[in-house]
Nanobody
Framework: QVQLVESGGGLVQAGGSLRLSCAASGRTFGTYAMGWFRQAPGKGREFVAATTWSGGSIDYGDSVKGRFTISRDNAKNTVFLQMNSLKPEDTAVYYC????????????????WGQGTQVTVSA
């Protein structure tokens, strides 16, 4: 069982930056692939970024490539999402998720989810 708690969301102006954190419980955190997804009002859950347990393989959604960076610290049971050059269209609830798969970019492959943290980008 893995419990995930996101933090770091907030209100930022366009062009600004935020760093999201996701703290995980459980001794086996280092064996899970981790991902970030987001969901804007009236839209489906969108893939943002994912990493393998080692961080050796990483992928990003097309809309955030070059602006967002995912990283993890297995010693601290934490995964991060550094978000730069934020745009109003990045406004959404951001979710952290853990997967038993080696690597995954679709929500259906994720086994555990956090409660989400709101990110709002003003124009």
């Amino acid at each position: 069982q893995v419990q995930l708690v996101e933090s770091g969301g907030g209100l930022v102006q366009a062009g600004g930056s935020l760093r999201l954190s996701c703290a995980a419980s459980g001794r086996t955190f280092g064996t899970y692939a981790m991902g970030w997804f987001r969901q804007a009002p009236g839209k489906g859950r969108e893939f943002v970024a994912a990493t393998t347990w080692s961080g050796g393989s990483i992928d990003y959604g097309d809309s955030v490539k070059g602006r967002f960076t995912i990283s993890r610290d297995n010693a601290k049971n934490t995964v991060f999402l550094q978000m730069n050059s934020l745009k109003p269209e990045d406004t959404a609830v951001y979710y952290c998720a853990a997967s038993r798969a080696v690597f995954a970019i679709t929500p259906a492959w994720y086994d555990y989810w956090g409660q989400g943290t709101q990110v709002t980008v003003s124009a």
